[in-house]
């Protein structure tokens, strides 16, 4: 359930006040007032992640472990996909006929 419009309105005018507090209970889906509660309704998945921190790198951190072992097992079957950019040989040769260097 949404909070509704004068819910709403009825917060925004407790919050106003110098000395008032709103206390947001997102695992109870409460909304707190001195005064009063309303309850509201929220994605659990959307809640997972507000109540444990986590962003899409979180999330993704999350499943480490199995990360790193697709990361080996793909190294065993395909080890030609390592470090393709790191195998750069430490000096090159020029082609000294190259138009370039004339």
Not at 45 to 52: A, D, S
Not at 55 to 66: H, M, N, S, V
Not at 77 to 83: I, K, L, M, S, V
Request: charged share 30%.
């Amino acid at each position: 359930m949404k909070l509704s419009r004068p819910e709403v309105e009825e917060l925004l005018a407790i919050a106003s006040g110098p000395n008032n507090f709103i206390t947001v209970d997102l695992p109870n889906q409460v909304v707190k007032t001195k005064d009063k509660s309303y309850s509201f309704e929220i994605d659990s998945f959307k809640k997972f992640c507000l109540v444990n921190g986590l962003d899409k790198i979180g999330l993704t951190l999350e499943r480490i472990d199995e990360i790193r072992a697709f990361e080996k097992s793909n190294s065993e079957a395909r080890p030609y996909f390592d470090g393709v950019t790191m195998k750069a040989p430490d000096e090159v040769r020029m082609y000294e006929e190259a138009p370039i260097w004339k």
